[in-house]
């Protein structure tokens, strides 16, 4: 009986096929980079706005909840417990604690206690920097138990990419009304430059 001969088929690639390969991955690249370099800056900055507002909102109900005052201040570099009341105040991106404050008495640098803590947020990525808009930033936002802001009026931040000072269009602005709402709204790219401008060289 005549034994058929087995069909040796050489395998890999050949030159041509390599190349067309590594042609489609480039342009595959090159395409999905810009796109995925968007979707972190633009979950950075959600993430952070999302963090302060819901922060904001948080404190304002527990205030009513336990009928007395709490307070959100900036938290101390290098501090699980302690109000920043010194330097760098207005750069919220540095983190800050919420706590129950019954005597309703503007931040100070000693500790809070343990029993009146009601969280803490650590600094987050610096790029992303969430910066007061006042001149002469207070140490912390503190709502009474009708859930009011104490120190009245309008207060305002902003969400900014230190990368980006001419204006990131994720950029947000979030506003506190004396009766304790907050919104958030988009930014106008002079602002956010001049907002990423004045925190500059001034990441923890």
């Given amino acids: ?4 001969e087995k069909n040796h088929t050489p395998g890999g690639f050949t030159l041509v096929e390599a190349m067309v390969t590594v042609a489609v991955v480039a342009i595959l690249a090159a395409v999905a980079v810009p796109g995925l370099r968007g979707f972190i800056t633009r979950s950075g900055m959600n993430g952070v706005r999302d963090d302060f507002a819901i922060t904001l909102q948080r404190a304002r109900l527990d205030a009513i909840n336990r009928n007395t005052c709490v307070t959100v201040c900036q938290l101390a570099e290098n501090s699980q417990d302690t109000c920043e009341t ?35 947020r650590q600094p987050g990525n610096p790029r992303f920097q969430l910066t ?3 001149t002469a930033p207070d140490a912390g936002l503190t709502f009474n138990a009708r859930g009011l802001l104490r120190a009245g009026g309008n207060t305002t931040f902003n969400v900014v990419d230190a990368d980006d000072p001419q204006g990131n ?12 709402r ?3 709204q988009p930014i106008t790219a002079r602002t956010a430059a001049d907002d990423a401008t004045s925190v500059a060289g001034a990441r923890p």
Wanted: aromatic share 8%.
């Fill in 182 to 184: 907050v919104s958030v």
């Fill in 169 to 180: 269009p994720f950029g947000r602005e979030i506003r506190v009304s004396f009766q304790g």
């Fill in 1 to 4: 009986m005549r034994m058929r």
């Fill in 86 to 120: 010194q330097a760098n105040l207005g750069q919220w991106h540095r983190g800050w604690l919420v706590y129950a404050n019954d005597a309703c008495a503007s931040p100070t640098a000693t500790p809070v206690s343990a029993g009146s803590l009601i969280s803490v």
């Fill in 132 to 134: 007061d808009n006042a």
